[in-house]
């Protein structure tokens, strides 16, 4: 049997208020176990198609589907099931930074959980062993009790990446996970979602600004300019001239 699409967008398009395009017509279709870069200008769009996919940003057209379920339509417990498959990191890391870093981690349970026990931190050890598993992957187990301020960014950054993986998703979605980190932790953070990808399988949905990193670490890379997919297709065959069209908006690139 051939794979589904892990993530499916059918004629995606976001309108804001003010009128503003963030998405024009997106057709798209992500299989499992894909590294996936999306690249683009500031303001592409790049963020708003990342947000769409776990809605937190709502569409104005057409349909995402996640592993065959519209989360376009979904509500309730529906929506909130769909969405425990997929993990998202984002550029400021979003950690409550007075808490401990097992705090932190076991946030990515939530979705398990009524709101009362989230309130009292009533984990069960099986989520305690999962939180602690997770930080083992990313080499940070040594600071399960430290406060998350007490990090440094890179730190930080894999702390939510093992808050993702906590969740055990089939999705991890990073907004820019990167962009405020120096170069060497830059590289110890890409090297554990391309690890988490291949060794677990997991599909990963990544905005990056460096075409170099995009080159480096995707499978799949995604040109997004003005709010259009202007290119889609293999790491090789992103040459200088199709990335040059992306970021300046010359000729349409092929792909």
């Not at 976001?14 to 870069?37: H, Q, R, S, W």
């Amino acid at each position: 049997m051939q794979a589904k699409p892990v993530i499916k967008f059918d004629n995606v398009s976001k309108t804001y208020p003010n009128g503003a395009k963030g998405l024009k017509d997106i057709n798209l279709e992500i299989m499992p176990g894909e590294f996936v870069v999306v690249v683009g200008l500031s303001g592409a769009g790049k963020s708003t198609l990342m947000r769409a996919v776990n809605r937190l940003h709502d569409i104005t057209a057409g349909d995402i589907q996640i592993d065959g379920q519209s989360i376009t339509q979904a509500k309730g417990k529906q929506l909130l099931e769909i969405r425990r498959n997929i993990g998202m990191i984002f550029q400021n890391f979003n950690l409550v930074k007075r808490a401990t870093v097992l705090k932190n981690v076991l946030t990515g349970r939530v979705g398990y959980y009524p709101t009362w026990k989230m309130v009292f931190g009533l984990f069960s050890k099986g989520d305690k062993q999962r939180a602690y598993n997770a930080l083992q992957q990313v080499e940070l187990a040594d600071k399960v009790y430290a406060r998350a301020d007490e990090l440094s960014g890179g730190q930080q950054q894999r702390v939510s990446i093992a808050r993702a993986l906590t969740q055990e998703p089939k999705i991890i979605l990073a907004d820019e996970p990167v962009a405020s980190l120096d170069p060497q932790t830059t590289k110890h953070v890409m090297d554990d979602l391309k690890r988490i990808n291949q060794e677990l399988g997991i599909t990963v949905l990544i905005n990056l600004h460096s075409v170099e990193l995009a080159q480096t670490y995707g499978t799949r890379i995604i040109g997004i300019r003005d709010g259009e997919k202007v290119f889609d297709g293999p790491v090789a065959s992103a040459d200088e001239a199709t990335i040059s069209a992306i970021y300046s908006g010359g000729e349409e690139a092929n792909g």
